[in-house]
């Protein structure tokens, strides 16, 4: 719970059009829903969102009125999704990993070998959905980011 202290800042904050933190997280959330866009036939936030690149105080209290808060995008949400579901297998595969090593002697070994090499194919196979597809987006955002800054900058603005 926020105490008054907090309360008494934020509402300050807002007498005087000042963005605030909550304001520049959901700013940050817009953008990255506006970068995937899965959602935006949920309501009409999205579609609102679409229509802009930057999220100021007004344009987040604008959203924020549209949403009736329904909570249909939170389960749907990919990222979210995706984080779950590669956390949850690589419980799994650390718990049965374990478990094999325990009960390596055991006649229950060759069950557990099969359960264990299941769970970290399902692992492999997530792989270009999940956390790691990123080590291989950035290796070519990287090396693009090497051959242009070899290039003139066409906007000659400096900077760099
Ligand atoms: S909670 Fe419901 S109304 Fe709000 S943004 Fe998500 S889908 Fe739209
Ligand atoms: S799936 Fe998640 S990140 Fe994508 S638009 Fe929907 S809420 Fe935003």
Known sequence: MQTLEALTRDARA??????????????RQ?????GCRYC???CAVFPV???RLEFGKADIHYMANLCHNCGACL???LPIRAAARFRHLLF???VTGLLLWLLGATAAMPLMLAVHLGALMALFLTLPYGKFAHGVFRTAALLRFAIEKRQPNRLELGGE
């Open 14 to 27: 807002l007498a005087r059009g000042e963005i605030t933190a909550p304001d520049a997280e959901l700013a």
């Open 30 to 34: 817009m953008q990255i829903c506006n």
């Open 40 to 42: 935006a036939g949920f």
């Open 75 to 77: 389960p749907a949400c």
């Open 92 to 94: 799994l595969v650390s």
């Open 49 to 51: 969102m679409t229509r």
